[in-house]
């Protein structure tokens, strides 16, 4: 089976700017995760969607959006970009809900300048 | 908030040594995965031991959980130049929506 897929790769955007970021998951797998990593923060969990409806939500602010599609894709769309928006985020799917084994894709490169 | 936090932040270690790295957590958890990540890319998971387990093996990895002092361990044997990487403690806890946590992680070096 092909592995999670994240495009695109590398981003550079402008403060104000808005962004949408793109997962496929692996075939079969309905709930997909997004974290946001930062050197200063780590790991953030940003949302979670399984079969098409949001299951869990991160502490993030509401410029912080996302949503999944009838084919388990699944968008993320951040507003109105600040500078402390500039991240690694990844994507993970898993068959099952939140709590089992994630697999991740590489990453979208985010930079806010 | 980090549910699991890993010790040490970093550690260096010569190749064919065995390398220890800890988790501590604070609130009860369904399960405790330990992930891989090099420089920069997506995560790889690499076991996962539920609360009800006290070991597991998988290859060169061990883990194991201790629920009463909510801490984990991942020893890794015999290590190599290729498990230079970031490695990181992730807890599912949150009732029947379970939520994933991660650690900061570890950072091990293994020179050759």
């Known amino acids: 089976k092909a592995g999670v897929t994240q495009t695109p790769r590398y981003l550079i955007k402008t403060r104000g700017q808005q962004v949408t970021l793109s997962c496929s998951p692996i075939?079969?797998?309905?709930?997909v995760s997004w974290y946001q990593q930062t050197p200063g923060q780590g790991l953030q969990f940003l949302f979670e969607?399984?079969?098409?409806?949001?299951?869990n939500k991160g502490n993030f602010p509401g410029r912080f959006s996302g949503r999944q599609f009838s084919n388990s894709r699944s968008e993320m769309n951040v507003s109105t970009l600040e500078l402390g928006d500039s991240a690694l985020y990844l994507c993970?799917?898993?068959?099952?809900?939140?709590?089992?084994?994630?697999?991740f894709g590489p990453g979208t490169r985010l930079t806010v300048t | 908030s980090q549910q699991g936090e890993e010790d040490p932040q970093a550690l260096s270690i010569q190749e064919g040594e065995n390398a220890t790295m800890n988790c501590s957590y604070k609130?009860?958890?369904?399960?405790l995965q330990w992930y891989r990540q090099n420089s920069g890319r997506g995560l790889v998971h690499l076991i996962l031991?539920?609360?009800?387990?006290r070991e597991k093996h998988s290859g060169r990895l061990r883990v194991t959980l201790d629920t009463s002092k909510k801490s984990s361990s991942l020893l890794i044997t015999a290590s190599r130049a290729a498990d230079t990487a970031s490695y990181f403690c992730a807890t599912a806890s949150g009732g029947s929506n379970y939520k994933l946590t991660f650690g900061k992680g570890t950072l091990l070096t293994v020179n050759p």
């Open positions: 609130t009860s958890i369904n399960n």
């Open positions: 031991i539920r609360s009800n387990e």
């Open positions: 993970a799917s898993s068959y099952q809900e939140q709590g089992a084994v994630q697999y």
């Open positions: 969607y399984f079969s098409e409806t949001q299951r």
């Open positions: 075939s079969g797998h309905r709930s």
